[in-house]
């Protein structure tokens, strides 16, 4: 079982910066993949990011490259997303997700298997 606990949502103005945490229980963490997504009210949630088990490989949807990075430190069980240039277009409610025990990277919400329950990012103009 793991948990995973977002955290460092907020209002913040367009152009302003944010970063979101999350953290991860139990033994699996530097074994899986994570990824971030995110969602509107109303509609489908939606990969944002995704980093592999050792921090080698990471992969952004094209909306947000440039501007959001994603890192992780396996000895603190914890992922990042340090969001840069937000607009208002970024406002969601972001996830954090563990792919456990997979060896690659995935970008689909079918192959995570666990989640966060997300912390909302408000971007005003």
């Known amino acids: 079982q793991v948990q995973l606990v977002e955290s460092g949502g907020g209002l913040v103005q367009a152009g302003g910066s944010l970063r979101l945490s999350c953290a991860a229980s139990?033994?699996?963490?530097?074994?899986?993949?994570m990824g971030w997504f995110r969602q509107v009210s109303g509609k489908e949630r939606k990969f944002v990011a995704v980093i592999d088990r050792t921090g080698g490989i990471t992969y952004y949807e094209d909306s947000v490259k440039g501007r959001f990075t994603i890192s992780r430190d396996n000895a603190k069980n914890t992922v990042y997303l340090q969001m840069n240039r937000l607009k208002p277009e970024d406002t969601a409610v972001y996830y954090c997700?563990?792919?456990?025990?997979?060896?690659?990277?995935?970008?689909?919400?079918?192959?995570?298997?666990?989640w966060g329950q997300g912390t909302q990012v408000t971007v005003s103009s």
């Open positions: 139990g033994r699996t963490f530097s074994r899986s993949p």
């Open positions: 997700a563990a792919a456990v025990d997979k060896g690659s990277i995935y970008f689909s919400i079918y192959d995570y298997d666990y």
